[in-house]
């Protein structure tokens, strides 16, 4: 029988000691938080037979760049339960957000030692460190960064989760890029689809309530402008751009 995901069991969080600011590395933006403890001792033995069980290398592994990849398993409901549970339990997601320092949700099911991140110098800053259970949080689609050959070890299992901010109005960056090659792109565009036409159906739900309440509070009646429309356009441009990256990216 399948072991159940339970994070008073499998978790072992300790939030990082700091965070490395993307100024560190010459870059503007949101920081990365260095190697933190996640999982427990139990949580890596159970998500390591999940992961090397018969049922689910038979189906899903794939060989690219790096000699062996697990991947989509967790977009087949019930078929990877405890990885599946694990990634996206409100516990997983509150202490990811705290050592991200914003309110985070996963994307899509995706799944993917030392961390080398790129300056922009062009000089490369690793980050060493990470231990059997440990995670590290960074903004992929603007850090250059790679995962280095474990030492010392004679294994190492590196998973890769993807999150978004939850509130739908903050930017969305995410592309395909990393993914797509190894992908079934038929699960893939349907996934990628779903989340962005639902992102923007909550977009517009939002933008519509704001002027709806303004019209509410009494603005307008008198003359008060409601629609500011440039700064309206703005936003629709914005929009059209994210749909535009949508279509782009199913290639």
């Known amino acids: 029988m399948p072991v159940q995901f339970d994070p008073k069991i499998h978790l072992a969080y300790a939030p990082p000691e700091s965070r490395i600011m993307m100024a560190d590395l010459g870059k503007a ?54 990885n599946e549970a694990l990634w ?12 991200a320092g914003i309110d985070l949700v996963p994307i899509i099911p995706y799944e993917g030692g030392e961390t080398a ?4 110098d062009g000089s490369v800053r690793k980050i060493r460190g990470p231990q059997m259970g440990w995670a590290i949080m960074l903004q992929g689609r603007y850090i250059d960064h790679a995962a280095l050959s474990a030492y010392s070890a004679p294994e190492r299992v590196t998973m890769v989760t993807s999150y978004r901010a939850r509130d739908v109005m903050v930017a969305d960056d ?35 309530k704001v002027l709806k309440k303004k019209r509410e509070d ?20 914005e929009q059209i751009k994210y749909l535009q990256t949508t279509i782009d990216e199913m290639v």
């Open 29 to 82: 933006g949101e920081g990365i938080a260095p190697p933190f403890p996640l999982l427990s001792e139990e949580g890596v033995r159970t998500i390591r037979e999940e992961i090397f069980s018969s049922h689910i290398l038979d189906r899903c592994t794939h060989t690219t760049d790096p000699a062996c990849q697990i991947r989509g398993m967790s977009c087949r409901p019930g078929f990877a339960s405890f």
């Open 88 to 99: 996206t339990h409100s516990e997983t997601i509150r202490v990811v957000s705290e050592a």
């Open 117 to 120: 991140l790129a300056c922009a």
């Open 174 to 208: 995410s592309v395909l890029t990393t993914v797509r090659r190894m992908a079934n792109l038929n699960e893939l565009y349907y996934e990628w689809s779903t989340y962005r036409l639902d992102l923007l159906s909550e977009r517009f739900r939002h933008q519509s």
């Open 218 to 237: 009494g603005q307008g009646q008198w003359g008060e402008e409601i629609v500011k429309k440039d700064e309206l356009k703005a936003w629709c441009r």
